[in-house]
């Protein structure tokens, strides 16, 4: 038999499932054969971990939580405001609210603003000019002042 | 007490007959869970997540199979959607787990010929385990049920919903990508 046909049984020659035949082929190939030899021992060192596999204990308070823990789920479901269908009517009402408030905020503002932009932009005008005249600080009222140190001095 | 008269007293809220059914099978959905998960505490919780549903659900089941069929379904179900949902972790964890296998061995140099042993085992059974998550899902559950579960074929084939035959096809090639895999791994080695 060759190696790669044994390396194909292996699992199944380990676990006793192959024909009496077949498993004395392997047997003595893997008497012969180092390499095989040692793939065979390390499958079977590491396959029969399954074999030792300790079954758990429960933890003796389980029921105890578990019991809790549906309490605290039926708890949470009572609250009306946990429950699905609340969810599912109450949602689209807090959006529309929102929305309609956020428009009537909107227009309330923008109609504000109107109102109040022609003042605002007299009081802009109003304290540009005393700016100006007083302390020079628009240019196009202080050109004159300027041109005049600068063409007097020269005249 | 049958299955109908226990599912129809914890159909009325019954707690007494709730706390039969977990007695009863609480160890085999743990154990179930545990061959999946590999963690005592992740398939406690998981467990818990399983009795819930069953006492959410009760009123849904309506007793084709029998009971315990139904709970080791949803412990597989469960279990399979625990390790989906804690993929990112897990990554982590092994990232964690290399750190700490790191350290250990370099603590275990100077150790006894037992801790040696015990080191070994941890890594043959990690490298086992790993082979055994890498299985396609459906052979997987066969495989995990009958090797680490001893449940029978039948019982596979009812949990899975699937016939005898296809069960044994299951843990045929679940043996064979198992053999495959943990060659390559010594070929590596």
Redesign the interface.
């Known amino acids: 038999m060759k190696c790669s046909e044994v390396?194909?049984k292996?699992?199944?020659y380990i676990?006793k499932e192959l024909k009496k035949t077949s498993s004395s082929e392997i047997e003595s190939h893997l008497n012969q054969c180092m390499k095989c030899n040692?793939?065979f021992n390390?499958?079977n060192?590491?396959?029969s971990?399954?074999n030792d596999?300790k079954?758990?204990?429960?933890?003796p308070f389980?029921?105890t939580?578990?019991?809790e823990?549906?309490k605290e789920?039926e708890n949470k479901e009572n609250k009306i405001i946990f429950r699905p269908s609340f969810v599912r009517i109450f949602q689209p009402i807090a959006v529309s609210f929102i929305l309609i408030i956020s428009l009537v905020l909107g227009i309330v503002i923008g109609n504000e603003f109107n109102e109040n932009s022609n003042t605002f932009e007299n009081t802009i005008a109003f304290d540009s000019q005393v700016y100006s005249d007083n302390f020079y600080l628009n240019e196009i009222e202080g050109e004159y002042f300027e041109n005049f140190l600068i063409n007097g001095k020269n005249e | 007490m049958s299955d109908k008269e226990l599912l129809d007293r914890i159909r009325n809220k019954d707690k007494g007959a709730f706390k039969h059914l977990v007695d009863n099978y609480n160890s085999l959905v743990l154990n179930i869970c545990n061959s999946f998960l590999h963690n005592f505490e992740d398939s406690q919780d998981v467990s818990q997540e399983v009795f819930i549903e069953v006492y959410k659900s009760i009123d849904k089941f309506r007793g084709e199979s029998k009971i315990s069929t139904w709970l080791y379904r949803i412990s597989v179900n469960k279990s399979l959607n625990h390790i989906r949902k804690n993929k990112r972790n897990a990554i982590f964890r092994s990232f964690e787990t290399i750190i700490k296998s790191q350290k250990k061995e370099t603590e275990n140099l100077a150790e006894s010929n037992e801790s040696e042993n015990d080191f070994e085992n941890d890594k043959r059974s990690r490298v086992l385990y790993e082979a055994l998550d890498s299985l396609p899902q459906n052979q997987k559950i066969a495989f995990n049920l009958s090797k680490l579960n001893n449940m029978k074929y039948k019982e596979i084939s009812e949990v899975m919903n699937v016939s005898v035959s296809s069960v044994e096809s299951l843990i045929f090639r679940a043996k064979k990508n198992l053999q495959k895999k943990l060659i390559n791994i010594y070929k590596e080695n």
């Open positions: 390396q194909k292996i699992i199944f676990e040692f793939i390390e499958m060192k590491t396959y971990i399954l596999v079954q758990l204990n429960p933890n389980f029921y939580r578990l019991n823990k549906i789920i």
